[in-house]
C-alpha cells in the first residue's frame, strides 16, 4: 500500500506527539520526598508519645487538614496544606498554616473551626521502609483543635515561624488575601506500634523535647 506525502507527515508528527508525551516532566527524575527538616533529632523510641509526635511534627512540612465541609453538607473534608512548627532543628510545636478564602478549607473554618491534622512518618524520606504506611510501626499522627486566626499582636512571630520553612509564601498573591491560622491543639491520637493508639494531651505535647535522646530507644531496642 502506497502512503502519500499528507499521510506520512501526519503519522511522523503523531509518533513524536506520543514520544514527547512519553517523557517524564522535568523535575520527576529527582526525589519528591524531603529530606528530614533536622537529621540532628534521632527518632524517638514507640514509648515516647508526647516525644514522637512532636518529632513528627517538626520533621513534616505538610498534611492533611480535614474540617466539616459546609458545601458538602457536613461531610468530613481533607485538604492537603503546608504547616510549620518553626525553623529547622528550632521547634516551637506551634501549628501554623497561610490559607486563603478562596480555598475550602478556609471556608469551612468560617463555620466551624474545628479541624484536624493528619500527619504520616511514611511522608520522610528513606522512612518506613519495608513495610505498608497502614502498619502501626509506621508512625501516624492526628492532632484535632480550633484552627483559627492569628491576633494581629502575634502576627510577626507567626510569619517568622511560617516562612521560614515555607519562603515561596512570602511571595504568594496578595489578592488571595491569605492569612496566617493556627491550630490551637485539645488533642493528639499517636499510632506509632502495635497495641492501638495514644491520646496526647496538650500539656505533654508541649512539654516533650523532640531533639533529645531518648534513654526509651534502648528498651525499644530490646522489646523489638
Not at 64 to 70: F, H, I, K, M, N
Not at 113 to 122: D, K, P, Q
Not at 156 to 184: K, V
Request: glycine share 8%; proline share 8%; aromatic share 8%.
Amino acid at each position: 500500500m502506497t502512503m502519500t506525502l499528507g499521510a506520512a507527515l501526519f503519522a511522523c508528527l503523531a509518533l513524536a506527539t506520543l514520544v514527547a508525551a512519553a517523557q517524564p516532566p522535568a523535575g520527576l527524575g529527582t526525589t519528591l520526598a524531603s529530606e528530614l527538616a533536622c537529621p540532628e533529632f534521632p527518632r524517638p523510641a514507640y514509648t515516647e508519645y508526647a516525644r514522637m509526635a512532636r518529632w513528627l511534627v517538626h520533621q513534616t512540612d505538610w498534611g492533611v487538614v480535614s474540617t466539616l465541609s459546609r458545601h458538602l453538607g457536613g461531610a468530613p473534608f481533607g485538604n492537603v496544606v503546608s504547616h510549620a512548627d518553626g525553623p529547622p532543628c528550632r521547634p516551637t510545636g506551634r501549628l501554623l498554616f497561610y490559607l486563603t478564602i478562596m480555598d475550602a478549607t478556609a471556608q469551612d473554618l468560617q463555620r466551624n473551626a474545628t479541624a484536624t491534622l493528619t500527619l504520616s512518618e511514611g511522608q520522610l524520606a528513606g522512612a518506613c521502609q519495608g513495610v505498608d504506611p497502614e502498619d502501626p510501626t509506621c508512625a501516624k499522627l492526628s492532632i484535632t483543635g480550633r484552627l483559627e486566626l492569628v491576633p494581629k499582636e502575634g502576627l510577626e512571630e507567626a510569619r517568622r515561624l511560617l516562612f521560614s520553612r515555607h519562603p515561596q509564601m512570602r511571595d504568594w498573591p496578595a489578592g488571595h488575601t491569605f492569612r496566617i491560622y493556627e491550630l490551637h491543639i485539645a488533642t493528639a491520637r499517636l499510632l506509632d506500634w502495635y497495641g492501638g493508639p495514644h491520646d496526647i494531651s496538650p500539656a505533654d505535647y508541649f512539654a516533650a523535647d523532640p531533639g533529645a535522646a531518648g534513654l526509651a530507644q534502648e528498651q525499644a531496642a530490646t522489646d523489638a
